[in-house]
């Protein structure tokens, strides 16, 4: 399966938080290989934005508002996608908060540790319960968005990385529970991938970011992209409940420098 290929065509995918860096570029891989792809995002006009913008380039999607903890906003979401397509074939779990900065545990309030998990563990929960039905009427798949701070903990990023470990466990968990309804269940844990905030950073600091990477780069939304089209793909049809590192070698070390920022999602208020 290459990318532009049409291997998608037919089928739906609906990509959480998919209208901007890595989410874009999962919703962009799946539609230029024939998928209509529902973008979600949750700043107002952002997804219809980025679903314009594919459709422009001859492109199949739809944009769609919804805050993914909001249990009345996935429902609408959901229900919209069953009515419009009368099905689902992938969803991805890719909405995802974090702090602005590093902030030690101690600082931390329990409004920080309560959005955090409602964004990203109680949105996992909620997308994929409301998927459920649609997945198993056509064999479908779900592939969550962790990090490698669910296996090697990012300094002062306590609440992230401890959602990113529950969406670890939670994809072993659910890939059980799923199995016999042919609907697999997977995740990727992304490194150090290029985005926005990355790429504003002064190019001295990107280089020290990236410095202890054996690929020596930081990694491409369509990498994680590529994995996740494969992951949801029948070439992956024998696996479930499994975590694909993707981080170009950073934890294959036995020592790794630690790095001084976070880019890996926006701050609460994105
Ligand atoms: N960039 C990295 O280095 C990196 C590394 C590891 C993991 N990740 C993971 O990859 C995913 C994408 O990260 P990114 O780098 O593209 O950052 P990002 O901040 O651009 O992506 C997060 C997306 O989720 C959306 N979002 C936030 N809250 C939401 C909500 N309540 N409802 C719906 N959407 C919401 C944001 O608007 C944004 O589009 C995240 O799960 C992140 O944790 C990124």
């Known amino acids: 399966m290459t990318a532009g290929s049409e291997y998608w065509s037919g089928r739906v995918v609906l990509v959480t938080g998919g209208s901007r860096n890595i989410g874009r570029a999962i919703s962009r891989r799946f539609a230029a290989d024939g998928a209509r792809v529902v973008v979600n995002g949750v700043v107002a006009g952002e997804a219809e934005q980025a679903a314009a913008e594919m459709v422009d380039a001859g492109l199949d999607a739809v944009g769609w508002d919804a805050d993914v903890s909001d249990p009345a906003a996935v429902d609408a979401m959901f229900a919209d996608v069953a009515e419009r397509f009368g099905r689902l074939d992938v969803l991805v779990n890719n909405a995802a908060v974090?702090?602005?900065g590093r902030v030690p545990f101690e600082r931390l309030t329990i409004d920080d540790w309560d959005r955090i998990f409602a964004v990203n563990a109680?949105?996992?929960?909620?997308?994929?319960?409301?998927?459920?039905p649609l997945l198993r009427a056509h064999g479908g798949s779900i592939v969550n968005i962790s990090s490698i701070g669910a296996s090697k903990a990012h300094r002062s990023a306590v609440p992230y990385d401890a959602t990113k470990g529950a969406i670890e466990s939670f994809t072993r968990a659910l890939a059980l529970e799923c199995a016999p309804d042919g609907v697999r269940v997977n995740a990727?844990?992304?490194g150090a991938?290029?985005?926005d905030r990355y790429e504003n950073l002064p190019q001295d600091v990107q280089q020290t970011e990236v410095k202890s990477i054996p690929l020596?780069?930081?990694?491409?939304?369509?990498?994680i992209a590529a994995a996740v089209s494969f992951l949801a793909s029948d070439q992956a049809s024998y696996i479930t409940g499994h975590v694909l590192t993707i981080d170009g070698g950073l934890t294959a070390q036995a020592r790794q420098a630690s790095s001084e920022i976070i880019i890996d999602a926006g701050g609460a208020e994105q």
């Not at 109680?122 to 459920?132: D, H, P, W």
């Not at 020596?216 to 990498?223: C, D, K, Q």
């Open 193 to 195: 991938i290029s985005n």
């Open 216 to 223: 020596g780069r930081a990694g491409t939304g369509a990498e």
């Open 188 to 190: 990727v844990a992304p």
């Open 98 to 100: 974090t702090m602005q």
């Open 122 to 132: 109680r949105g996992t929960f909620l997308c994929s319960a409301a998927a459920a």
